[in-house]
């Protein structure tokens, strides 16, 4: 059973103090504002009160004759909730619950976001939610849109692990890392989802949880536990070497404009590193010199680079700008469309993957596997194999961190053999001489 009583937060202040509400249950204290203040002098503490020796100050505060009741209602309001909570959930509520119900209770606020579901919800139309503190910029709209889709999955998640048609709340002190693990089970075979994808998702419900951590609310620190954060497996996306690309840039699609149009901006995306979003923005005023400078969308990062020669040609096929994107859709089937007409594309590849815990290989011509971004991976893979420090690259890709850029990096074993034997140390002239 819960105890209750009322203290000063400063019983030796000279004027009006707040007086405390403090709830005590199952080795938990919560410390509730009653929203009242007294001076100590006027305070009848629980010793005086067995005493009876300052009772008729207490009762004789003249500034707040109805004092006491008020008190007395808090009080009543307070065992009234607790009792409620624990009939209707079958349990005693959390800290951050039960001050949430007594909120509720007293008319202080019309509702506060105690569960996973719901926090989530508001997390993610919240300003926090729009606004990346750590890049000082907006949320990317794709990782707005994993952040709904996440929480998507979490209402199946909870209605199928509880046989329900909708997701019942999911409080907080009932996520543990067996609910984390499970998730990433339920979207590994329920959803047939292929290994990075619950990768991703289960990253996005651990973002949840530390921001619910942050708000105050009690999160199992064993949730964020290293063991529970799956690794993803390496891509098989390929990226087209500076040749390939120079085949594609070459190929004669004159009679055939659509393709034309977006292989040429495929060809300014893999010697520029720009995003596909951010290549339909370049303008001419964009170009200073020989070198091209904007600011990217997703990091709001200002971009400088030098221009290719590819870029300058298809600049001035177009009247100095860059050819107008269409959809990324139908960019890529256009690609797929003109990079088969490029021999040196029609090779094959093996490309593999787990999807829903069953790992598979498949033979795939390498033209089927061009995209958007295989320009962007071509980029940072082209310029890594000339010997190009990875953090210069970076500057140019926005990647904040080295373990992000490598997973851009697709040279195979002997294309790393190629870079080493390239360096002065393996040349003639570079070796060692005895001395």
Aim: glycine share 6%; net charge positive.
């Amino acid at each position: 059973m819960p105890k209750y009583n009322f203290n000063l937060r400063n019983g030796t202040a000279e004027g009006a103090t707040p007086v405390n509400f403090i709830i005590r249950w199952n080795n938990r204290r919560l410390v509730y504002p009653s929203g009242e203040c007294i001076p100590p002098i006027h305070w009848c503490s629980a010793k005086d009160q067995r005493n009876h020796q300052r009772a008729k100050q207490t009762k004789a505060f003249p500034e707040y004759p109805e004092f006491n009741e008020r008190l007395e209602a808090l009080l009543s309001t307070a065992k009234a909730t607790f009792r409620q909570f624990a009939l209707q959930n079958g349990r005693d509520p959390e800290m951050d619950e039960l001050k949430a119900a007594l909120d509720l209770a007293t008319g202080r606020t019309q509702t506060r976001r105690v569960d996973l579901l719901s926090f989530a919800a508001a997390y993610i139309e919240s300003e926090e939610g729009h606004f990346n503190n750590e890049r000082k910029t907006l949320f990317h709209k794709a990782t707005r849109s994993r952040f709904r889709v996440t929480l998507e999955l979490l209402h199946d998640y909870v209605a199928q692990k509880d046989q329900r048609s909708n997701a019942r709340p999911v409080q907080f002190n009932s996520i543990d890392p067996e609910f984390v693990a499970g998730f990433s089970v339920f979207l590994t075979k329920s959803k047939g989802f292929a290994a990075n994808t619950v990768v991703k998702y289960g990253r996005t419900l651990r973002l949840f949880l530390r921001r619910a951590k942050e708000a105050g609310h009690e999160v199992n620190d064993q949730v964020f536990s290293k063991r529970l954060a799956l690794k993803e497996e390496p891509s098989d996306q390929i990226y087209l070497t500076d040749a390939d690309l120079d085949a594609f840039y070459k190929l004669n699609l004159a009679a055939q404009p659509r393709l034309e149009r977006a292989r040429d901006l495929f060809i300014v995306g893999a010697w520029t590193g720009l995003r596909f979003g951010d290549l339909s923005r370049v303008r001419p005023e964009h170009i200073e010199g020989d070198r091209l400078r904007v600011t990217t969308s997703k990091t709001g990062k200002q971009v400088v680079l030098p221009l290719h020669p590819c870029v300058r040609a298809i600049m001035a096929k177009y009247d100095g700008q860059i050819p107008s994107g269409i959809s990324n859709q139908k960019q890529n089937d256009y690609l797929k469309e003109a990079a088969a007409q490029v021999p040196a594309l029609q090779a094959r590849v093996m490309i593999g993957g787990t999807v829903a815990g069953i790992r598979n290989e498949v033979s795939r011509f390498k033209w089927e596997m061009v995209t958007t971004h295989t320009a962007r991976r071509s980029f940072a893979s082209n310029l890594y194999r000339k010997g190009i420090p990875a953090r210069t690259i970076m500057q140019v890709t926005g990647h904040t961190t080295e373990q992000a850029f490598m997973r851009y990096i697709r040279l195979n074993s002997e294309e790393h053999m190629d870079i080493i034997a390239a360096s002065d140390l393996f040349q003639p002239n570079g070796m060692l001489k005895a001395v």
